[in-house]
């Protein structure tokens, strides 16, 4: 017989019988030629094993058994079917090393106790049989040696050279087969991987949540995905080799998008592997994209990929425009505002705050920088801002003195959590005086309400006060104002015109009422005297002083003081009251203690005040802080229209020392004609010795007077005709008295009433009595 080689698949040699083969040995030519064809077609290490166990066991007339594989592992030994003809290393193990010779592959004998379970049921052998084994090695340089194969028979087989050799090419054929079919094992499971992970690869350059492309070194795009065709508004076909990198970036960008792509191919170092930049799309819109650029080892190419950001910078463009115009309001606000931690620590003041504090205060307590207090201002309660509520309320404060108007919020983060207070103080104090001042005038109308309702007891009456012409009327309005107020009031009016009556009012209608009213003839007390006088002195303080005197400022303390004639004070007097007036308070004579008044000041005159102070003999600030509500009393010769009105009511007055003597018309024309030098005061001593000598002396500005310049005016009472009885007489002179008179009068009751001497109501008892309406 003899042999040739040819290629198996894989390009191994393989021995192949030619010539003529003995009829007996035709069992081992088809065992060779069953086992090279399935070392011809195995694509499997396992098929192929089986495939060798059925052709010796089918074909021979011997066992093989005991094939290892590290890379194929076999089920272990169940002596069952041909599955255990061949097994893994427990089989081996099992196989004692002095059966096999492998390098000699010497036949050796074993005895059957030697022999797996599964061999020596399938032998048949009985306890202390002996069996034939022949080992062969695999060579397979993966394996490194450990894989091996076996054939076994009953004891008293011989294997000739022809079977010892085709065993022997079987087993190195076998072991040439089982690499090859690793390798392509191999090749194939890492084709297969890279299968896999290029499919994987794709499916996440397609699948991945930015727009992708791969850039060669010259910017040609050389792949898309699909979300950068959504981004540029184009198709695969339109960019794929077609389209450079450079075609889609903004000219403001392109220069820097290309110094960074030939860069990053040169390895110049702090080329940035991920920036911003602005591309064009295909209807012409500008989208801003965030991208990020990695190098593909070994190629020069890029893959890059982009996160449109559109809609995230146009926003941060609108918020830091927003930002801007708040800073510029905040910059002008003329407001304070300030933000502040829980603990009240300041960590925000705006320019107009710093200002005022005169320092930026960030970390500092606000109350101590803002306010300057040592705790929380009234009013702020931080933790009830920390719990969401926002609170307004009106504050002053003690280092300004301003009012402000606080609004104080919670201030949250982006998780809705709040981590500070915002506080804006809005100066208010303008209004706050206006609301004052308003509130002010509410209560002074108010008062002047009261006043003039409780004043007003007649229609031509206010107080003591008579007169119902237009002068005297915005008089009673003064005073009215004045009583309302405690303000100091200075009355001007000539001597006689009822000064210190108007001050009475003043102090009657006033809160003050139930303190005194104190009047002080300022030109009466001697310049020896008048600090004493004014101010009072402790007991011996000077030769006399027997005792504490308190002075008109003590008795005058809570309510009013009159300085008549105020234009005869001397300039140091002044310098103290006004000291004492306007709480610096005053020093009795021979005394240590400051005494603080609370008084009111209401000074007359007849003089012209401002004129003193040109002269200097009144002080300008005394002047200013006495002449702060003025009232100008008018002449009686200014207002004859209210003469009927005051000799009525002195008439009434001194009425009751005794009867009223009538006064006719010729009496009251004569007082109307009269200029009246002295006044209210002339009038009334008039009136008076009217009714106590039954004339009227004044001066009279006619040429009818007598030798002393007075014209005497007489009462001459006219006898009435005496017939019928007394009553009658008496009723009939009546009657005829006041029929003269009202025809003198023209018939005005007031009049009439004035020239008779008798209360207006008394005469329209006695016309209606006498039928004279």
Known sequence: MTKKTGPDQAGHDIVIQTGRIPADRMWLFKFSRLCHRAMLHATDATELLDAIVAAVESQTPYYTVCFKSVLYPEPGVDGRGIGGSHTGIEDLSLFPGTCVNPKTKRVKVARDTDLPQSVQNRLGLKSGTLAMAVY?????????????????????????????????????DLGRTLHRLHRDRGVEEQLLELTRQKEMYHSVFENTGTGTIIIDPDMLILYVNAKFMDLVGLERNEI??????????????????????????????????????????????????????????????????????????????????????????????????????????????????????????????????????????????????????????????????????????PVY??????????????????????????????????????????????????????????????????????????????????????????????????????????????????????????????????????????????????????????????????????????????????????????????????????????????????????HIIPIRLPALRERKEDIPLLVDFFLSAFGDQGQTPPMGGKIMEAFLRHDWPGNVRELQNVLHRYMTLGKIDFMESSSDRGEDGLAPVRFIRESPDLCGSLNETVTEFEKGIILKALAENRWQKARTAISLGIHRKTLFTKMKKFGLE
């Open 240 to 409: 794929e080799n077609r389209m450079r990198w450079s075609q889609f970036v903004v000219p403001g960008d392109n220069e820097m998008m290309q110094n960074y792509h030939y860069g990053r191919r040169k390895g110049i170092p702090g080329i940035p592997t991920e920036y911003e930049c602005r591309v064009f799309a295909k209807s012409g819109d500008i989208r801003y994209i965030d991208m990020k650029v990695g190098m593909i080892p070994g190629t020069g190419k890029s893959i890059a990929s982009f996160m449109d950001i559109t809609k995230r910078k146009l926003a941060e463009g609108r918020l830091r425009q927003s930002e801007a115009q708040l800073s510029d309001i905040i910059h002008t606000f003329e407001g304070l505002i300030y933000i502040t931690s829980e603990d009240y620590r300041v960590e925000f003041m705006n320019i107009a705050l710093q200002e005022k504090a005169g320092q930026s205060g960030v970390g500092e307590k606000c109350y101590g920088v803002i306010h300057g207090l040592d705790t929380p201002c009234p009013g702020c309660h931080l933790g009830s801002i920390f719990s969401g509520n926002t609170r307004r309320w009106e504050l002053k404060s003690p280092r300004d003195g301003r009012w402000y108007w606080s609004i104080q919020s």
């Open 413 to 626: 983060d982006n998780r809705g959590r709040i981590v500070k207070a915002q506080t804006i103080h809005m100066d208010i104090t303008d209004r706050k005086r206006r609301e004052e001042k308003i509130s002010e005038d509410a209560d002074l109308l108010r008062n002047e309400n009261i006043v003039l309702r409780s004043a007003m007891k007649e229609r031509y009456r206010f107080e003591n006060i008579v007169g119902k012409s237009r002068a005297m009327q915005e008089v009673y309005e003064l005073v009215v104002r004045a009583a309302a107020s405690n303000a100091p009031v200075i009355i001007y009016g000539e001597s006689g015109t009822g000064k210190e009556l108007v001050a009475r009012a003043i102090h009657n209608l006033s809160n003050r009422s139930e303190k005194q009213f104190v009047p002080v003839n300022s030109g009466a007390i001697s310049e020896n005297i008048v600090e004493s006088e004014f101010f009072g002195y402790r007991k011996g303080a000077f030769t006399g002083a027997e005792k504490d005197k308190k002075g008109v400022l003590g008795t005058a303390d809570g309510g009013t003081l009159f300085l008549d004639e105020i234009g005869d004070l001397g300039p140091n007097l002044q310098v103290k009251l006004l000291r004492a007036i306007e709480g610096g308070g005053y020093t009795p004579v021979g005394g240590t203690r400051v005494i603080k008044p609370d008084l009111r000041i209401v000074a007359a005159t007849n003089k012209n005040l401002k004129r003193l102070v040109e002269k200097g003999l009144m002080r300008e600030d005394f002047f200013y802080r006495v």
């Open 136 to 172: 062969f090695p695999i060579h397979d340089p993966c394996e490194n040696g450990e894989r091996c194969q076996v054939f076994y028979g009953p004891n008293g087989y011989v294997l000739d050279a022809l079977e010892m050799g085709i065993l022997e090419e079987l087993s190195a």
